[in-house]
Each structure stands twice: as structure tokens, then as C-alpha cells.
């Protein structure tokens, strides 16, 4: 189930797009109603408005992301994207970790190719812990808020 949004995410959201700000939001509740223990880590960058979800409070746990930088459309992206299978071939990037996907609408989301990509996703977080147990589930948690942004006015 899907958790509301923080009053932290909801004011870092103001200076996007009403199109941004919606998708963003539909696309979280996507990730939540999956990962309901997984915990939202909120990070409100100079470029950018990031929320991830992690097995702990630690951005090295993360497994997916969301990312506004004001461009009316939205990353969905993958910490450790290079790591995981993407078959069907839709995950940008060229980087050694993070791969992602560009979300403009609804209609374009592939939603069950996603899923299969955050299986794999989630599974090598679990991995990674190195056999430590998830001891925070369900959080929401703002982790950074940097003074200066260059954001959409």
C-alpha cells in the first residue's frame, strides 16, 4: 500500500512542473505499493529532487530511484542498474552504476517490464546488505536539503 507523501517531499516538489509533480507522485505510489517495507530516502539536491528506496537508511541500499530536474519529464532510475538484466534493452546510460529511464507520460510507462527489472533490482540490494537484516521498514526519510538549487523558478 501506497504511503502519503512527506510535507518535505511535497515542498521540495513546488518549483516542478504540475506534470512533473504528477508523475513523480504515480510513479512513487507504483514503487510503494510493490516495496511497503522499503524505506523512502529523500534527497533535495542543487540540480535535482531525488527519492529512493533502500533496505536501510543508507543511499548504498538504495535499488530504485525517482528524479525531478525540471525537464517535464522524470527519471526512473536503478542504483545499481549496470548490475541487473535488462533484456528487453530500455534502461539509458553509460555510467558503471546507475541506468535509467526517461518517464514523460503514463502511457509510455512499461510497467510490467519494470517490475521484472525491480525484481532483479531489489534482489541484488538484498545482496548487497552482505547479510546484515533490514531493521527499518516502511520509513520516510529526508536525508539531505542543499541550500542553493538551480530549479525551475
Given amino acids: 500500500m501506497s504511503k502519503a507523501p512527506s510535507k518535505d517531499l511535497l515542498k521540495f516538489m513546488k518549483p516542478f512542473s ?28 542543487y540540480n535535482a529532487l531525488a527519492f529512493g528506496w533502500s533496505l536501510s537508511d543508507k543511499l548504498g541500499d538504495t535499488f530504485c530511484s525517482i528524479a525531478i530536474y525540471g525537464k517535464e519529464y522524470v527519471h526512473f532510475g536503478f542504483y545499481r542498474g549496470a548490475d541487473i538484466p535488462d533484456y528487453d534493452k530500455i534502461l539509458e ?24 527489472l525491480l525484481k532483479y533490482a531489489y534482489a541484488n540490494a538484498v545482496v548487497r546488505m552482505k547479510g546484515k537484516k533490514q531493521t527499518i521498514k516502511g520509513e520516510i526519510i529526508t536525508k539531505s536539503i542543499s541550500p542553493k538549487k538551480r530549479r525551475p523558478k
Fill in 93 to 116: 546510460g553509460k555510467g558503471s552504476q546507475y541506468r535509467y529511464l526517461k518517464v514523460a507520460n503514463k502511457k509510455d510507462f512499461l510497467a510490467d517490464k519494470i517490475e521484472k
Fill in 18 to 45: 504540475e506534470h512533473e509533480k504528477e508523475l513523480a507522485l504515480w510513479l512513487r505510489k507504483f514503487v510503494w505499493d510493490l516495496y511497503p517495507s522499503a524505506n523512502e530516502l529523500i534527497y533535495d539536491n
